[in-house]
């Protein structure tokens, strides 16, 4: 085996530029998917364009359907991963919510779809512009939720994303989340790994007995009611708890065979070590927020910045036991919860959730901020910045802030 993993590392990686959205695509031809459904809206549509580009120049060999709806899309693709078929597809805003009954239906049945959500705010009123609602609305259904920050990332999560859905110990969907426009329309240079290097490290897609086939008579979505409705969503429930341990094993083997080594898998650290106040958010807004950091460093303030990839499953633990060693923690939520506890976002909601058991809790203040693609700017981390600061020294704080308003 140690053989093998290092005669693939040998094999130099292609570099292109290439947008985040075009990275998934070129995940889907590496992950040798079979069957892609498409539905255009934006900014989503630009995955399935590329997917079109490459099959159209023979580059990807699959069945790609184009749908007459987001619903449809995903009921096409749910089939066919139940009868064996490697699949994806996705949706972005209003569209992932018009799907939202197949969406509903997926875990349950056990489907290991792997999809791409590129964030838009939800209508009306229209803005094509990045918001995490449209996600996060399958935060309770069973659907696996990952954010990713840079189009490297994205193909990698990609392909992790495969391995971890599939994995039998799984068998849930996986929502791969990339901000609209700041990553599904930014390029930037990315390691495109050989097909040996997946290959060895994604499995071909196995049901094993639970493959809908003629000589293999399953019942699938049965009517159960009262009488086995609980057990089945323990069965989901459980599955989601057992995705901790396969996804630490499948970012491990991961950095074996890629080389490319992501640390935690749940949550990246960003100039924590000697940190006295952090940030925590998800998604693209880290590159404003590091710049910021960086400049506020040079300024003698010490800020770090906690970046969640994994928001399902939720690593609740080990997210509370790293903000417990701050003395203040701001989160920055891109989405909003209208009506929440302390009229908060959905992060700040459950990161509170998470801290409530821990020995140390520190302050928890909440920012309302970048909503329909607003820019997150560095005058606005830095606001943020300081009002945690005024929080560590025992200054009341409002719970939660919006942040970039008109005046």
């Known amino acids: 085996m140690a053989q093998a993993v290092a005669s693939l590392e040998q094999q130099a990686d ?39 580009k490459l099959v159209a120049n023979g580059e990807l060999d ?23 078929a490697r699949v994806f597809c996705g949706s972005s805003g209003v569209g992932w919510m018009y ?3 197949a969406l509903t239906v997926t875990p349950g049945l056990r ?154 898998p749940f949550f990246e650290e960003y100039q924590t070590e000697d940190a006295e106040i952090v940030l925590v958010g998800m998604g693209t807004l880290s590159t404003p927020v590091k710049v910021a950091i960086r400049e506020m460093r040079k300024e003698g303030k010490k800020v770090g910045f906690v970046r969640v990839r994994w928001f399902r499953p939720f690593a609740a633990e080990e997210l509370a036991k790293t903000l417990g060693r701050f003395s203040a923690v701001g989160i920055i939520d891109r989405d909003f919860s209208l009506g929440s506890p302390y009229l908060s976002g959905v992060l700040a909601t459950e990161v509170r959730a998470a801290m409530y058991p821990a020995a140390k809790r520190p302050p928890m203040l909440d920012f309302i901020c970048g909503l329909g693609g607003r820019e997150v700017t560095l005058p606005d981390v830095k606001k943020m910045s300081d009002i945690v600061y005024h929080a560590a020294e025992g200054k009341p704080q409002p719970l939660t802030q919006w942040i970039g308003l008109r005046e």
């Open 14 to 52: 292609k570099t292109a530029l290439i947008t985040g959205s075009e990275a998934i695509a070129v995940a889907c031809k590496l992950a040798d998917v079979d069957v892609i459904t498409a539905y255009p809206i934006r900014p989503y549509d630009t995955v399935m364009q590329y997917v079109a």
């Open 62 to 84: 699959c069945e790609y359907i184009v749908a007459e709806s987001e619903h449809s899309q995903f009921e096409i693709v749910k089939h066919a991963s139940a009868v064996g």
């Open 99 to 101: 799907a939202f009954e």
């Open 111 to 264: 489907i290991p779809m792997v999809a791409m959500v590129g964030n838009r705010a939800l209508d009306d009123p229209g803005a094509f512009g990045v918001e995490h609602n449209d996600a996060l609305a399958v935060r309770d259904l069973g659907w696996q939720l990952v954010w990713v920050d840079n189009p490297q990332e994205a193909l990698d999560t990609a392909l992790i994303a495969y391995r971890v859905a599939e994995d039998r110990r799984v068998f849930l969907p996986c929502a791969i989340s990339c901000d609209g426009a700041f990553l599904t329309h930014s390029q930037a240079l990315v390691k495109i790994p050989s097909q040996e290097k997946v290959d060895a490290f994604l499995p071909p897609y196995n049901r094993g007995d639970l493959l809908l086939h003629p000589d293999n008579p399953i019942t699938v979505a049965p009517q159960v009611n009262e009488d086995w409705l609980m057990e089945i969503r323990r069965q989901t429930a459980a599955a989601m708890e057992r995705a901790y341990t396969v996804i630490r094993e499948a970012y491990a083997e991961f950095e074996q065979i890629f080389g490319r080594r992501y640390g935690n």
